[in-house]
C-alpha cells in the first residue's frame, strides 16, 4: 500500500524563535499544519491575513497579480526576462497589465461588433444618409425581404425601390415621412444606423491597428513574467506564513507547532528541532483521529494519484487504488479504441513532446501515462488487428490477430467476465480491509455471486449455483451491517444491502461499452475507408484528392471521438462502478506547508 504511514507531532520552543522557526518549517516543506484551536487545517482559505497577502502590491489584491501572470504567460512571444532592479514596481506592473488586458477585451469587442455590422450593412451599398431638408422631410425605410415573399410588395402603396439581391433576400428601400404601419409590409423593418459602410470599414482598420499596438505593448510587458512570478510567489508564501502563525498555540514565553508528517520524514524532522533547539514529541495517530492522506508511488505510475485525487482520495486507514486504476485505465483505454494505428499516433504525438513535458514534475507523469496508453493500445490494436480499420499489413501481423473484435458474441462475453473480474477485486479489497470485522463477509458473499453468476452465465445454472448464491443471499442479510448485535438495525441494514444486487447487476452491464465503443471505433474506421475508395473509383481524375481528403479528416474525426470516449469511459468504470465496491470512506488530502516552487520561464 503506497498510503504513508504518519506520525503526530508537537514542536515546542521559545516565544521569540516562533517566526524564524515556521520559515524554516516553510522551507522544509514536509509537515501537514494542523492549526491550534481551528477546524480545518491550513489551506489557504483563510482571510484573517488578506491585508499582509496583499500589501507587497499595495492596492493590487494577490488574485489580480494571477491573473496578470496568467495574461502575460499566454503571450505568443515571451520577450527575453529581466532581472530584478530597483525600476521593477509589481504594483505599477500588474496595473499595467490588467489596463492592457481591458483594452484587449474592449478592441475585441469593437472589432466583432464592426465586423458584424459591416456584414449586415454591405448589402446595402455604401452610402450616407441625406438631411431632411433635402428630400422634402422624407424619410429612407429600409427592408430585407425574402425572396418568396416578394411578390407581396406589389399590393404595397408605397414607393419603394429593390436596392439589392442576392439568393435568400431581396433588400428594398421605402421612402415616406412617416414609418410605414407594421401590417403595410410582408416584413419588419431593418435597422441600418447612420453611419455608412467606408467609415465603418475605415472603423474596423483602425481598431486593427490598436489590437496590433495593445499586443505589442502586452509583449513588452512580458519580459517582467519571471519577476512577478517570483513576487507573487514571495507573496503567497508570506500568506501561508501568516496563516501558520495565526493556528500556532502560543503563551508569553512558549509556542506549540502541531502537525502531521511521514514516518520516512520523521529523521529529518528530528535533526531540524536539534538545529533549532526544539522539544519534539512524537506519536502515532490514535482511534479516533483522521489523518489526512499522503500517497506515494514511483514515478512510472505516479499519474494515478491525478486520476483518482479530483474524484475520490481514500481515507487514510484505507487502501490506494491509484495503481490498479493506472494499469485498468490504460487496460479499459486500449480496448476501446482497438487499433493500432491510432495507438501509434499517440506514441509519435508523445515522442514529439517528450523533452517539453519532462521539464516539470506533473509533465514527467502525464508522460508516463500517455507511453502506458500508447503500450496498450499498440498491444490489444495488435491483438484484434486494426490499422487505421485496414487489415493488417504483413502475414506477420496478420498471425498475431487472436481477436475478433466483430464477433459479437465473444466480445460481449469478454466484457462481462473483465467488469465481473474487476468488482471481483473490489470486494476482496473491501474484505480486506473489513478483515478484522464480521462485515467483510458481506464483501466476501458478493465475491460468491459475481463468480458463481458468472459461472452459470457461461454454462447452464445447476442446483450447485443455485445453493451458492443463496447461502451469499444469506450472509448478505446477516453481514451487511457494520454494527454490533443482532438487533433491529442490523436486519433493515441486512434487507437494504440486497437492493444492491440490481446495482451489482448493472454495474457489470457497464462494462459492455467497452465492447460496443470499441466496435464503433472500429466500425467508422472501416467506414470511412470504404467511402474513401468509392470515391476514387467514381472519380478517376478528383478522385485520388478526395480519397486523401476523407481519410485525413474521417480518421482524424474518429481518431478525437475514439480518445475522449477512451478518457471518459475508461475513467469512468474505475472511478464510479469499481469505487461504489471498494472504497468505503473518504479522506482528505495531506497539504504540506512549504515555499512555493518559481521555475525560470524559458524563451
Known amino acids: 500500500m503506497s498510503i504513508q504511514r504518519l506520525c503526530h507531532i508537537n514542536l515546542i520552543g521559545l516565544q521569540q524563535q516562533k517566526l524564524s522557526v515556521l520559515d524554516d518549517l516553510q522551507a522544509l516543506g514536509m509537515l501537514h499544519l494542523e492549526p491550534a484551536g481551528l477546524d480545518a487545517s491550513v489551506d489557504g482559505s483563510n482571510e484573517t491575513f488578506a491585508d499582509t497577502a496583499t500589501s507587497a502590491f499595495g492596492s493590487i489584491t494577490p488574485e489580480d497579480a494571477k491573473q496578470a501572470v496568467s495574461y502575460l504567460a499566454a503571450c505568443q512571444r515571451i520577450r527575453r526576462q529581466e532581472l530584478f532592479d530597483q525600476s521593477f514596481d509589481p504594483e505599477r506592473l500588474v496595473n499595467e497589465v490588467l489596463v492592457n488586458r481591458q483594452k484587449a477585451r474592449d478592441l475585441a469587442d469593437q472589432r466583432i461588433f464592426l465586423q458584424r455590422r459591416i456584414a449586415d450593412l454591405r448589402p446595402w451599398g455604401n452610402f450616407e444618409l441625406p438631411d431632411l431638408d433635402a428630400l422634402e422631410g422624407q424619410r429612407f425605410w429600409f427592408y430585407q425581404v425574402p425572396l418568396y415573399r416578394l411578390k407581396e410588395m406589389t399590393a404595397v402603396s408605397l414607393v419603394w425601390q429593390q436596392v439589392h439581391k442576392d439568393h435568400r433576400y431581396a433588400y428594398v428601400v421605402v421612402i415616406s415621412e412617416v414609418e410605414p404601419a407594421s401590417n403595410a409590409l410582408p416584413v419588419a423593418r431593418t435597422h441600418t444606423g447612420s453611419i455608412s459602410l467606408s467609415t465603418l470599414e475605415d472603423q474596423l482598420v483602425q481598431t486593427h491597428r490598436d489590437e496590433e499596438q495593445v499586443m505589442i505593448e502586452r509583449e513588452s510587458l512580458s519580459r517582467w513574467l519571471f519577476c512577478l512570478q517570483y513576487s507573487l510567489a514571495k507573496v503567497d508564501d508570506q500568506y501561508q506564513l501568516r496563516l501558520a502563525e495565526q493556528g500556532v498555540w502560543q503563551s508569553e514565553s512558549l509556542f506549540v507547532v502541531s502537525a502531521w508528517v511521514a514516518e520516512d520524514d520523521c529523521p529529518a524532522l528530528q535533526a531540524f528541532a536539534r ?252 467506414t470511412f475507408n470504404q467511402l474513401a475508395s468509392q470515391v476514387a473509383a467514381a472519380m478517376p481524375e478528383l478522385g485520388v484528392l478526395f480519397y486523401v481528403l476523407i481519410l485525413l479528416i474521417g480518421h482524424l474525426l474518429n481518431f478525437t471521438l475514439t480518445v475522449v470516449s477512451g478518457v471518459i469511459h475508461g475513467l469512468r468504470l474505475n472511478l464510479i462502478e469499481f469505487f461504489n465496491w471498494s472504497l468505503a470512506d473518504e479522506g482528505y488530502a495531506f497539504r504540506p506547508f512549504k515555499k512555493q516552487e518559481v521555475v525560470p520561464w524559458k524563451t
Open 275 to 526: 538545529r533549532h533547539g526544539l522539544a519534539l514529541q512524537q506519536r502515532s495517530p490514535k482511534k479516533h483521529e483522521t489523518p489526512p492522506t499522503l500517497l506515494k508511488n514511483p514515478a512510472c505510475v505516479a499519474a494515478g494519484e491525478d486520476l483518482i485525487g479530483f474524484f475520490k482520495l481514500p481515507s487514510y486507514r484505507g487502501w490506494d487504488p491509484s495503481r490498479l486504476v493506472f494499469f485498468s485505465f490504460a487496460c479499459f483505454f486500449a480496448v476501446i479504441m482497438s487499433d493500432a494505428g491510432y495507438a501509434a499516433l499517440i506514441a509519435l504525438g508523445l515522442a514529439f513532446y517528450w523533452r517539453k513535458l519532462g521539464l516539470s514534475q506533473s509533465g514527467k507523469r502525464i508522460r508516463a501515462l500517455v507511453l502506458t496508453l500508447a503500450t496498450a493500445g499498440l498491444v490489444w490494436g495488435v491483438l484484434v488487428g486494426g490499422y487505421f480499420g485496414a487489415d493488417p499489413p504483413t502475414a506477420w501481423l496478420a498471425s498475431l490477430k487472436v481477436v475478433d473484435i466483430n464477433d459479437f458474441s465473444s466480445m460481449m462475453t469478454l466484457s462481462i467476465v473483465i467488469g465481473v473480474v474487476h468488482l471481483v477485486i473490489a470486494n476482496l479489497l473491501q474484505m480486506w480491509m473489513r478483515r478484522f470485522h464480521l462485515h467483510m463477509l458481506a464483501s466476501f458473499a458478493w465475491v460468491v455471486v459475481l463468480i458463481v453468476s458468472l459461472s452459470a452465465w457461461l454454462t447452464h445454472i445447476t442446483p450447485w449455483h443455485q445453493g451458492a448464491i443463496a447461502l451469499a443471499l444469506v450472509l448478505i442479510v446477516l453481514c451487511s451491517s457494520s454494527q454490533s448485535g443482532w438487533g433491529k438495525q442490523r436486519w433493515i441494514s441486512g434487507l437494504l444491502g440486497l437492493s444492491n444486487l440490481s446495482k451489482l447487476f448493472g454495474d457489470v452491464l457497464s462494462y459492455l461499452r467497452l465492447f460496443a465503443l470499441g466496435l464503433a471505433s472500429a466500425s467508422l474506421a472501416v
